[in-house]
């Protein structure tokens, strides 16, 4: 009872660590999805020009998502008419180059870390850009289409296809002030808390458990440690292999990156391993669904590609720069709640959290949440939207 009892100690203290992060994020994506349709996204997403990609990333990262609703959504804005390659840039970019995974990064874990997030995801889009151009012929993009027609359900789908962005004219801030765009603020918001809940609870359980019970020498035996260049070579090769097996996605994986980080793992590999959160079993199984095997396989493989190189590059270059931090400096959350800055923080946000709840269930809301894992074609109108929040 006393090893459960450190490691749900140490999954509540991370908890408490990283809540007013995750709120800030949320409420981020929440304003930018509550006044950008996603049929504009479509119109901006037509080719894989280096322009196009960059502006997926831009939108991908500013309607941040779990990894399960950003798969889904990738292909509802293929099905829609969005090319391939940028529909992936952006599926990868509203998963790891999002505000809340940057500052829990940095909370967990330091500024470095965020910085390679957010220098490591476009490296990593580059290098999936310049291997699509060259090995992704048109024939398998016609076959993942054909499959993607017929709209297999993955998970996620109602909320993929949903659009809840304030209609009518006026200025990003008055539609942003408006009675609507605060009605659509909330209901974004807490489908977004649904999306991730489970992987994150689960996450941070795992994170616990692990934190708790293997012993920091495996790790160290497990990635080289002692070995320096032979550990460098390996983190990136083996974290996104971790990372499939842990079956934590998203968010999720974070708290894990901490124990793996403190154990041993190399700068690069924890890059790896986060940005590995698109290649978890279950959601190679939704890939799958979507596009076919042939397809899947060709994901895999070149999502794998791209993430060890994204590993290599940041590794060798925030090395070159002399600024990959101590691992001997980490540390894993086992304080609890004190007055600080932290608790002070969380008690604002979670104050702010309860005003969305309570207006995003005064607006009809949980009727809409039934909708979040329903047909990405049913229940919503014939342009795969959802039908927008009531003026109130």
Do not use: K, N
């Given at each position: 009872m006393h090893a459960v009892r450190h490691a749900l100690s140490i999954t509540g203290s991370m908890t408490w660590e990283i809540t007013w992060a995750l709120i800030l994020g949320f409420l981020l994506s929440a304003i930018v999805q509550a006044v950008v349709r996603k049929s504009t996204v479509v119109r901006l997403l037509g080719d894989a020009r280096p322009r196009t990609l960059s502006v997926a990333a831009l939108l991908g990262s500013a309607s941040s998502s779990c990894s399960y609703a950003a798969v889904a959504l990738a292909r509802s804005l293929f099905r829609k008419g969005a090319d391939f390659t940028a529909a992936m840039a952006f599926e990868i970019a509203s998963t790891n180059l999002v505000v809340e995974l940057g500052v829990i990064l940095a909370l967990l874990m330091g500024w470095q870390f965020t910085a390679a997030e957010f220098v490591g995801g476009p490296a990593m889009i580059a290098v999936l850009a310049v291997l699509f151009r060259y090995f992704l012929r048109a024939r398998l993009v016609r076959e993942a289409r054909a499959q993607a027609e017929q709209g297999a359900a993955g998970s996620m789908e109602g909320h993929a296809a949903m659009d809840m962005s304030v209609r009518g004219e006026g200025s990003f801030l008055r539609r942003l002030l408006s009675r609507r765009g605060w009605t659509s603020v909330s209901h974004v918001f807490v489908m977004e808390?649904?999306?991730?809940?489970?992987?994150?609870?689960?996450?941070?359980?795992?994170?616990?458990?692990?934190?708790?019970w293997v012993p920091d020498s495996f790790w160290r035996t497990f990635f080289?440690?002692?070995?320096?260049?032979?550990a460098k070579l390996w983190g990136p090769l083996i974290g996104p292999l971790v990372a499939m097996a842990s079956f934590v996605c998203s968010i999720g994986n974070v708290p894990l990156a901490v124990v793996l980080w403190k154990g041993g793992i190399s700068f690069?590999?924890?890059?790896?391993?986060?940005?590995?959160?698109?290649?978890?079993l279950p959601i190679l199984n939704i890939y799958k669904k979507y596009y076919g095997w042939r397809m899947t396989a060709f994901i895999a493989a070149t999502f794998y590609t791209a993430m060890v190189a994204a590993g290599y590059f940041v590794e060798f270059t925030f090395g070159g720069l002399g600024i990959i931090p101590d691992q001997e400096t980490a540390r894993i959350p086992t304080g609890g709640i004190s007055w600080n800055y932290t608790t002070w923080l969380n008690i604002a946000f979670l104050l702010l959290a309860a005003a969305l709840l309570i207006r995003f269930v005064r607006t009809g809301g949980p009727a809409m949440l039934r909708m979040m894992g329903g047909s990405p074609d049913t229940g919503h109108s014939g342009h795969g939207e959802a039908p927008p929040p009531p003026p109130r």
């Open positions: 808390w649904a999306a991730i809940l489970r992987d994150l609870v689960i996450g941070l359980l795992i994170a616990g458990a692990i934190a708790a080289f440690e002692g070995h320096p260049l032979a690069g590999g924890v890059v790896a391993f986060i940005f590995a959160d698109l290649l978890i």
